[in-house]
Each structure stands twice: as structure tokens, then as C-alpha cells.
């Protein structure tokens, strides 16, 4: 999937319309239109894009992975939300393993059809679990706040088990596509906006990602009014006025209105430009377009931990605990705070 940006890449750094000629940029247009052999692709010189992609990579697997073992290495980090969240390091994780390997393949051994097919695979089903997982994560919100009764229970577990089992089974057949053989290795003509998809894969990879998009802001916007609704009860407990909003406006929105926007706004603008692009662009659309709009798709998994676990009260203890084990913290208690 990410091969090709390379080429807008290359003419970022030189700062005009052609590419660097050493760059191997050449070889990548010569490829992609014209039907007949490919010609032998070299290794392309290191650049300031390459300097970035191997960096970024490393930050986002470190990141994540520092989540996921947080996560897996503490017992009492069990709820259902826990194991969302861990799912989703481990996508992204996996996203950054995915930009590494990129690196690896295209500055320091020979590019090959194998090799974008692997790339392109790992992001694929990296991409693919990341975004269900954030689906995962409001389901559980909602869920903790409409039947909070039985949050945390052994069967909400279970069937957080499942749910993840179904997620990275979708996810690991999505990215193995590719290299069962519905690509564009053979067939220039059908391929999408980020060769080696075709239209067709991208189009259904896409047209998927907007029904999450979607569906999980439907989600959050039921736990606007759970909450919503939870406040106006607490307020007539406390003997407020049903026609007061002061109470509720302040239990409903304020910090955890401006948390929601600041979540569904990273949300939406990282996920809905190449959703989109994915089922408007084609084989003929500027590389540079494609490589705008994926982006922001992979740089979600840098903040994602940020926005979700590392703001969780509950793994940052243990974190600190871990880096200071003469402090005493407070008993983990079970979190809707995501």
C-alpha cells in the first residue's frame, strides 16, 4: 500500500516537478505506466522521507508496545476495557512494525513484488484491527454507562474475547488479500490510488472503514446522551430544577465534552480523508493525493495511545508504579474514564 508514496515524497525534497534521479523514482512511474516487463527496480538513495519513516516507525512500536505489556504484565488490568485497549496497541504496533519493514525493504534491500505485498498486508490488517479496536473501545463506553450494573462482569469478558477474536480474524483475512492474489502485480489497469490494491479491495477496504466511522460515532453519540441523561438525574436528586441546565451542562459536557471533540475530531480527521480518497481516486490520481491522505490513517496509531491508554488513571499508576516502586498509589478501581 505504501510503496508508491516514495514518488511525492522524492518531490517534496527536491523542491520542483522531477524527482531526484537517484532516487528510484523513475523506475516506480515506468512501472506503473506500462503494461509490458517491468523494469529492474534499484534501491533508491536514502532521504529525509526515508530519515522520517524509519524514525516514526520505531516511536509508534516503542509507543504501543509499552502499552501492550503494561496491559498483558498486570493482573488487575482485566476489564473488558483493558483488553480493548491492548488490542489496540497491538494493531498499532503493528502499523509501525508495518512503516519499519517499508523502510527496510525500500532503502536497504531490493524492492520486489513480495515486498510491497508483505508491506502493504501488515498495514492493511494493522489499519484494519486499529479502527475496529477504536469501534470496540466507545461499544464499551456505551456499555459501561448504560448497564453499569454488570460492567466488569465475567461474561462482559467473555464476550470482549470474542469480539477481539472476530476483529483480528476480519482484520488478518483482509490483509492477506493481497498475497492470495487480489492485487495489481499482473494488471496495471485495475489498480487503486495505492498500487499493489486494486480498486476493487481498496473500494471494499474503504467503504468498510466508513461504516465504523460511522457506526462509532453513532456510538458516541448515545453516550452524550447516557451521560446527558445521568446528569439531569443526578440533578434532581440534589433538588435542582428539571428546567435548570446549569447542573447538567456541567456534568454533561465541560472537560469530558471538550475530551469527546478532542477524541472524535482526531478520529474522523485521520480516518475519513483516505476512506474517502480510496473510493473517489483511481490508478490515474496524483501519487501526492494519496500520500496526503494516508497519513493522517497511520499517524492515528502515534496518537492513539495518548488519547486512549496512556490518559487511563489506572495503566498510567502502574506505569508509575513501575518507574517508582517505593510510591504507593491507590487500589486500580474499573475504568470508564477512556
Excluded at 215 to 227: D, E, K, M, S, W
Excluded at 237 to 251: D, I, V, Y
Excluded at 288 to 316: G, H
Aim: aromatic fraction near 8%; glycine fraction near 8%.
Amino acid at each position: 500500500m505504501v510503496v508508491r508514496l516514495c514518488v511525492p515524497c522524492d518531490w517534496l525534497a527536491t523542491g520542483s516537478g522531477n524527482p531526484l534521479p537517484s532516487s528510484g523514482a523513475d523506475a516506480l512511474l515506468s512501472l506503473d505506466h506500462q503494461g509490458g516487463n517491468a523494469p529492474v527496480r534499484e534501491t533508491p538513495a536514502l532521504t529525509a522521507w526515508g530519515v522520517a519513516l524509519c524514525v516514526s516507525g520505531t516511536v509508534i512500536t516503542a509507543e504501543n508496545a509499552l502499552v501492550v505489556t503494561t496491559i498483558l504484565a498486570t493482573p488487575s488490568l482485566r476489564a473488558p476495557v483493558f483488553l480493548l485497549l491492548a488490542s489496540l496497541g497491538l494493531a498499532d504496533l503493528l502499523a509501525g512494525v508495518a512503516l519499519v519493514t517499508h523502510f527496510l525493504f525500500l532503502f536497504c534491500l531490493e524492492p520486489s513484488d513480495w515486498s510491497e505485498l508483505v508491506t502493504s498486508g501488515l498495514l492493511v490488517t494493522s489499519l484494519t484491527a486499529s479502527l475496529c479496536s477504536l469501534m470496540g473501545v466507545a461499544l464499551d463506553r456505551y456499555l459501561s454507562l448504560s448497564h453499569a450494573l454488570t460492567y466488569g462482569s465475567g461474561q462482559s469478558r467473555r464476550r470482549a474475547a470474542l469480539l477481539l477474536l472476530l476483529v483480528w480474524a476480519g482484520a488478518c483475512v483482509m490483509g492477506a488479500g493481497p498475497a492470495m492474489g487480489w492485487n495489481c502485480l499482473d494488471e496495471r489497469a485495475s489498480c487503486s490510488v495505492a498500487p499493489p490494491l486494486t480498486r476493487t479491495y481498496l473500494s471494499l477496504l474503504c467503504g468498510g472503514f466508513l461504516v465504523v466511522v460511522v457506526v462509532t460515532l453513532q456510538l458516541y453519540a448515545g453516550i452524550c446522551r447516557v451521560a446527558r441523561r445521568h446528569a439531569h438525574a443526578i440533578a434532581t436528586q440534589r433538588h435542582f430544577l428539571p428546567s435548570s441546565q446549569s447542573f447538567a451542562n456541567k456534568h454533561g459536557g465541560g472537560r469530558g465534552f471538550s475530551r469527546l471533540v478532542l477524541v472524535l475530531g482526531v478520529f474522523v480527521g485521520c480516518w475519513m480523508p483516505f476512506s474517502l480518497w480510496g473510493l473517489l481516486g483511481d490508478a490515474s490520481s496524483p501519487p501526492l493525493y494519496t500520500y496526503a491522505t494516508l497519513v493522517p490513517a497511520t499517524f492515528s496509531s502515534l496518537l492513539n495511545p495518548l488519547l486512549y491508554s496512556l490518559r487511563n488513571k489506572d495503566i498510567r499508576k502502574v506505569l508509575l508504579q513501575a518507574c517508582c516502586p517505593r510510591r504507593q498509589t491507590a487500589q486500580l478501581h474499573c475504568p470508564v474514564d477512556v
